[in-house]
C-alpha cells in the first residue's frame, strides 16, 4: 500500500515537473520609448522585449499592443505581431525585439500614462501586462484679469498671466459678443508671445457690467499646434471709480484748458489793443 502511495506521488511530481518545464515563461520589458517624455498629438516609438524563450516550448507567439488612449494607430494597423517559431538553440540567449510606431492621443495627460500588452505562446494561458509611457504636455494655461478701466475713454486693460511650464506663442484675445460687455471696435487683439510665468497686457474698447464676461485665448503650443482656452472674467466697477489718479488727471486736464483760454483771451486783447493804438 505504501508502494502505492509513494508510485502515485512520485507520478503526480513528474506530471507537475513536466507541465513547468512545458510551459513557455515569457517576460516582457518596454526597452525603449522615442521621443522621451512624448507629446499628445505626436508619434512616439515604442521597443519591447520578449525574454524566456529558450525553450523548444516557445512556438506560435501572439503579442498584442492594445489599442485605445493613451495610444492611437494609424487607419489600418493593429498593435497584433505573430511569430510562428523560435528557433531554440542551447546555452544561447534567445529574445524577440517588437517595434511600434503610434501616435498619442492628443488629450493624453501630463506624466505617466498607462498602456497595455498582451502576450500568449501556443498551448499556454494568454498574459498582460501594463507598461507606462511618460508624456510632456504642451498646453499653457491661462489667468485673466481685468487690470484697469477708464469710463472716460471706455479703454478695458486685460492683464493675461501665463501660469504653465509652457511657452506660448502669437497669442491672440477675442471678446465674443455676450450681454455683459459691449465691445467698439475690433474685437481681438494680438498679444504676441508669452513664455512660462509670463504676463502681457492688451486694451479693448468695451463697455463691461458688473458681473462676469468670457474672453477666448488663442494660441500655438509647442509643438506648433494652435489651442484655444475658454476663461470667464470678473468685473467690478467699484474698483474703478472715485479714483484719486483719475481726479489728478481730471485737475491737470482742467487746468490746461484754463490756460489755452487766458492765452487765448490775452491775444485777442493783445490784438484788439494794436488795432486802437493804430
Known amino acids: 500500500m505504501k508502494k502505492d502511495v509513494t508510485l ?9 515537473f513536466s507541465a513547468a518545464e512545458a510551459a513557455c515563461d515569457m517576460e516582457v520589458t518596454l526597452l525603449n520609448q522615442d521621443p522621451y517624455p512624448a507629446i499628445p498629438g505626436e508619434y512616439v516609438k515604442l521597443v519591447f522585449q ?6 523548444p516550448n516557445c512556438n506560435d507567439i501572439t503579442f498584442n499592443l492594445s489599442s485605445g488612449y493613451p495610444i492611437e494607430f494609424n487607419p489600418g494597423e493593429t498593435g497584433l505581431r505573430t511569430f510562428k517559431k523560435v528557433d531554440y538553440i542551447e546555452d544561447y540567449e534567445s529574445n524577440l525585439i517588437i517595434p511600434y510606431e503610434v501616435r498619442v492621443n492628443k488629450n493624453a495627460l501630463d506624466g505617466a500614462n498607462s498602456i497595455e500588452v498582451e502576450f500568449q505562446s501556443k498551448n499556454d494561458a494568454p498574459q498582460s501586462k501594463e507598461f507606462n509611457i511618460e508624456v510632456d504636455d504642451p498646453k499653457a494655461e ?3 484679469y481685468v487690470k484697469d478701466y477708464s469710463y472716460s475713454t471706455n479703454e478695458l486693460t486685460l492683464e493675461i498671466l501665463n501660469i504653465a511650464e509652457s511657452d506660448a506663442e502669437l497669442l491672440r484675445i477675442e471678446v465674443p459678443k455676450q450681454d455683459s460687455i459691449i465691445v ?10 508669452i513664455d512660462s510665468n509670463e504676463y502681457t497686457t492688451v486694451d479693448i474698447e468695451a463697455i463691461p457690467s458688473d458681473g462676469e464676461f468670457i ?10 499646434t494652435q489651442r484655444s482656452i475658454e476663461k470667464t472674467v470678473t468685473f467690478d466697477s467699484s474698483y474703478f471709480t472715485n479714483r484719486k489718479a483719475d481726479e489728478k488727471t481730471t485737475g491737470t486736464g482742467t487746468y490746461i484748458l484754463y490756460a489755452i483760454v487766458i492765452a487765448l483771451l490775452a491775444w485777442w486783447g493783445y490784438r484788439k489793443f494794436s488795432k486802437k493804438k493804430k
Open 50 to 55: 520578449v525574454d524566456g524563450l529558450d525553450s
Open 184 to 193: 467698439k471696435g475690433p474685437n481681438r487683439v494680438i498679444a504676441g508671445d
Open 215 to 224: 474672453v477666448n485665448i488663442i494660441y500655438s503650443d509647442a509643438v506648433n
Open 8 to 16: 502515485i506521488l512520485l507520478l503526480v511530481l513528474a506530471i507537475g
Open 142 to 144: 491661462f489667468e485673466v
